[in-house]
């Protein structure tokens, strides 16, 4: 990003899901509601993990940072959000807006991992049972956490680096710095910037739900194979949960990013962006505890 473009840009505008007074009061009470449940849900789910000794599984390892991120992910965006209806100031200042871009980027890509590793888990426990405790041994699964943290922080300071974000248009349609929104309306070449967003969404997005669909084809395959109808109904269990949310995640995020060229000129990305944004991680606690009796029996 060249110190050039940065001149003379210091605050801009974030216009949120609708622009209408009269709907301001009910889109605040909405979204704060939806973000308490989201924060206190997945805590939840942090705490009674950390609390049980027989959730000490790469799974329920897996599950627990994946709420740790979903907090974070959501707070990039909301408090702020929350705060300018409150105040009823629309106001960012530059570096507060590429704050929120890059940690945005941070805590979405590490979504994207966490769940292509969860995938992995899934493949491994039921189509190696034998070899589970020697693949998925703790050293293994704090590395590929931490490899998704890597990839995560460089791929968000490399996206800063090479993408030129100033811009002329000081309005953003949008509640969060979003970096579809941000491309769209620089003043420098929107086509360069396009085309790099685009094969950077491929890259770390369309790569990882492919391995995620290919886990889980082969997933399939052997719960198929199993003779047990006890152990068909379990695997499909765990599996399903994990699936609702990868492809209400990958759909909604993939779908808006690949198609944001056509639809920057309104609030309907930011609407959609809502889905991964707020929606998923809201149900993340939801789907695991309601679906999972291992999780139900240590909250109570």
């Known amino acids: 990003m060249e110190l050039g473009n940065l001149t ?10 609708s622009e209408a007074p009269d709907l301001q009061p009910l889109i605040f009470g909405l979204f704060l509601s939806m973000y308490l ?30 709420s740790l ?9 909301v408090p702020k959000m929350l705060l300018n209806m409150q105040t009823q100031s629309r106001v960012i200042t530059y570096e507060g807006c590429i704050t929120q871009v890059y940690f945005f980027m941070l805590f979405a890509v590490l979504d994207v991992f966490i769940l ?18 020697v693949i998925m041994n703790p050293v293994f699964c704090g590395l590929l956490v931490l490899m998704s943290f890597i990839i995560g922080v460089l791929y968000s300071l490399l996206s800063l680096m090479v993408l030129q974000l100033s811009c002329a248009d000081l309005e953003i349609p949008h509640f969060v710095c979003e970096l579809n929104q941000m491309i769209q309306i620089a003043c420098s070449d929107t086509f360069l910037n396009n085309t ?18 290919y886990s889980y084809s082969k997933v399939v395959s052997c719960i198929f194979g199993m ?13 399903a949960s994990h699936l609702s949310l990868v492809f209400l995640f990958f759909c909604t995020s993939l779908g808006l990013y690949l198609s944001s060229a056509a639809t920057h000129s309104s609030h309907s990305s930011a609407r959609a962006s809502v889905m991964y944004t707020m ?22």
């Open 69 to 77: 991120v979903d907090i974070c992910f959501t707070s990039t965006a």
């Open 116 to 133: 292509t590793v969860m995938a992995y888990d899934r493949f491994v426990a039921i189509c190696h049972p034998l070899y589970y405790t």
């Open 37 to 66: 449940v989201t924060v206190l849900g997945n805590l939840l789910i942090v705490l009674a993990i950390s609390s049980d000794s027989h959730l000490h599984t790469p799974m329920y390892f897996f599950l627990c940072n994946l």
């Open 8 to 17: 003379g840009v210091s605050d801009y505008l974030l216009l949120g899901l």
């Open 227 to 239: 003779s047990s109808a006890q152990g068909k109904d379990k695997a499909f269990s765990t599996c």
């Open 279 to 300: 929606v998923t991680p809201m149900l993340n606690p939801f789907i695991y505890s309601l679906r999972n009796k291992d999780i139900k029996r240590a909250l109570k």
């Open 196 to 213: 790099v967003m685009y094969f950077a969404t491929v890259l770390a997005g369309g790569g990882p739900f492919a391995d995620i669909l």
